[in-house]
Nanobody, 123 residues
Framework: VQLVESGGGLVQPGGSLRLSCVASGVIFRGYVMGWFRQVPGKEREFVAGIKWSGSTTDYADSVKGRFTVSIDNAKNTVYLQMNNLKPEDTALYSC?????????????????WGQGTQVTVAS
């Protein structure tokens, strides 16, 4: 499985970005997808997750109401729509996946990771 993220960049506070993660290789309904973020010197943080079927989503409290995770199975692509961005959202955002029955909030539970895309929120 390979994951390639895109869509990061520099945005002003209050702005929006949409991240994309294209998955290639063997992906099927038994997979769960996650978005994590990390800043230098801090632990990797769970942001959002979604089952490959799209039936279930989960979010970190810090992004609820501002971020939306979605999936397009036909394109093997997971999206993270980020609205009302804040400076504290600045981080390297990575897409991840693994076989699982539920969405995991711990990075160690995931088997495959992308390289990440940088999001910087600043005026």
């Amino acid at each position: 499985v390979q994951l390639v993220e895109s869509g990061g960049g520099l945005v002003q506070p209050g702005g929006s970005l949409r991240l994309s993660c294209v998955a290639s290789g063997v992906i099927f309904r038994g997979y769960v997808m996650g978005w994590f973020r990390q800043v230098p010197g801090k632990e990797r943080e769970f942001v959002a997750g979604i089952k490959w079927s799209g039936s279930t989503t989960d979010y970190a409290d810090s992004v609820k109401g501002r971020f939306t995770v979605s999936i397009d199975n036909a394109k093997n692509t997971v999206y993270l729509q980020m609205n009302n961005l804040k400076p504290e959202d600045t981080a390297l955002y990575s897409c991840t996946t693994t076989v699982g029955q539920r969405i995991y909030s711990k990075g160690a539970a995931y088997a495959y990771w992308g390289q990440g895309t940088q999001v910087t929120v600043a005026s």
